[in-house]
């Protein structure tokens, strides 16, 4: 198996998600579109304002996804493939599905994405036991003191599990044991690396905020 971190953002760096709805859309389109079958009813614009917005029925996934985070301007997602040309047909079919709608919803019209979904192949043993923290500590953008958390400069870890904790939009929840989009993720692949995940991260955010403070504390 061969794992890939894909991610793209919106063109000319625009805002992909203006709210939950969007948000929730594009979650709706990360299970839908992962069936070889054509779904060209989830490429125009309808509400989804249900939470429990996967119904079961029989489908032929092409991927499985491993890990999620949607941002503001862009997404990540953790991917392997389940089919031949799996990983590519499920990121045209979800880039393309979301274009649609977003397209129809705020009439527009052109390209939404900035070019080819990056696909990033996982190679080594340290980039695997990252890669999934990277993906879901991303919300952590959005917090003040903890913006620099990509160059380990983290004021108050105790704060930044709060923030994670209140943001649905990624698969951290679902690894953490609490139900939010159980039905998109597949977490069989780190869930012997990652025994309790909560802890993992708190463990983890916990060091970098010492590594932040290093240089103030007397020896």
């Known amino acids: 198996m061969e794992l890939y971190h894909a991610l793209n953002r919106g063109v000319e760096k625009r805002i992909l998600f203006l709210d939950d709805l969007d948000r929730l859309r594009f979650v709706h389109d990360l299970f839908e579109f992962n069936d070889i079958a054509p779904a060209p009813e989830f490429t125009r614009y309808r509400e989804i304002v249900s939470p429990d917005i996967h119904k079961v029925r029989d489908r032929k ?21 389940r089919i031949d040309g799996g990983l590519s047909l499920f990121l ?35 980039h695997f036991l990252h890669i999934l923290h990277y993906i879901h500590l991303n919300p952590l953008d959005f917090l003040k003191g903890s913006e620099n958390w990509r160059s380990l400069e983290i004021r108050n870890s105790g704060a930044a599990m709060k923030h994670l904790d209140s943001y649905r939009w990624s698969s951290y929840l679902d690894y ?7 039905s998109v993720v597949t977490k069989e692949l780190f869930g012997d690396v990652f025994r309790n ?11 970098i905020e010492l590594t932040s403070l290093k240089p103030f504390l007397l020896e």
């Open 61 to 81: 996934q092409i991927v499985d996804v491993h890990g999620w985070c949607v941002m503001g301007n862009h997404y990540h997602l953790l991917l392997s493939e």
């Open 92 to 126: 045209r079919k979800l880039n393309v599905g979301y274009a649609m709608y977003f397209n129809e919803k705020y009439q527009r019209s052109g390209t939404l994405f900035q070019g080819r979904t990056k696909k990033i192949r996982i190679t080594t043993d340290s």
């Open 176 to 182: 953490c044991g609490k139900k939010n989009f159980p």
């Open 197 to 207: 995940y909560s802890k993992t991260i708190a463990s983890y955010l916990k060091d």
